[in-house]
């Protein structure tokens, strides 16, 4: 099973300001079949990303991901009030495992 | 437009049984494989297992936490996805999510039910 570890576990950012999430498998994801996901309380997870880097459907430009192997990293670039929320990453090279998930929370 | 709508859910004792259901519209069943999902109250996610698609002749996969337990199965001239779950344990107290998974062997999640409330509790 691959497991994926994110960090940090809780991040504490003001709007405007930028973030960086991170995801580190412990083995290599093939195809960076590597997605992320947005979840606000009591609502489904909403897909970002997808193939490591391609924005999904209706997400703004300032959500991008990076990375291959066996890292990875979302950055928003200027964070909005709606964008405080928990993130996970997913791989679905080997079966489908998520990561722990970060928080995103309003310093 | 996709929808996915899950029910089913409640309150069973521990060694209990429950059927969740997930009913699709907006695409065509047959060609997706479809997915549960849950998550413990305040925890992260965690994939449950899948039902390939009609060309992968309806195969499943579960999690380890699972397996033996719960059988996923699908009725494509309803629509439907169903998770029966039996010998159900507290640590199965989650919220249950249908997701649509792609046409082949890797996909990402881009639709998802609003899930469903499991509570395994005496």
């Known amino acids: ?107 | 437009e996709v929808h996915l709508v899950e029910s089913g859910g409640g309150l069973v004792q521990p060694g209990g049984s429950l059927r969740l259901s997930c009913a699709a519209s907006g695409f065509t069943f047959s060609d997706h494989y479809m997915d549960w999902v849950r998550q413990a109250p305040g925890k992260g996610l965690e994939w449950v297992g899948r039902s390939r698609n009609k060309a992968n002749s309806y195969t499943t996969d579960y999690a380890a936490s699972v397996k033996g337990r719960f059988n996923i199965s699908r009725d494509d001239s309803k629509n439907s996805l169903y998770l029966q779950m039996n010998s159900l344990k507290t640590e199965d107290t989650a919220v249950y999510y249908c997701a649509r998974g792609g046409s082949g062997s890797y996909y990402s999640y881009r639709y998802w039910g609003q899930g469903t409330l499991v509570t395994v509790s005496s």
Do not use: M, N
């Not at chain 1, 991040?11 to 930028?18: D, F, I, V």
């Open chain 1, 1 to 107: 099973e691959i497991v994926l570890t994110q960090s940090p576990g809780t991040l504490s950012l003001s709007p405007g300001e930028r973030a960086t999430l991170s995801c580190r498998a412990s083995q290599s994801v093939s195809s960076s079949y590597l997605a992320w996901y947005q979840q606000k309380p009591g609502q489904a997870p909403r897909l970002l990303i997808y193939g490591a880097s391609s924005r999904a459907t209706g997400i703004p430009d300032r959500f991008s991901g990076s990375g291959s192997g066996t890292d990875f990293t979302l950055t928003i670039s200027r964070l909005e009030p709606e964008d405080f929320a928990v993130y996970y990453c997913q791989q679905y090279d080997t079966s489908i495992t998520f990561g722990p998930g970060t928080r995103l929370e309003i310093k």
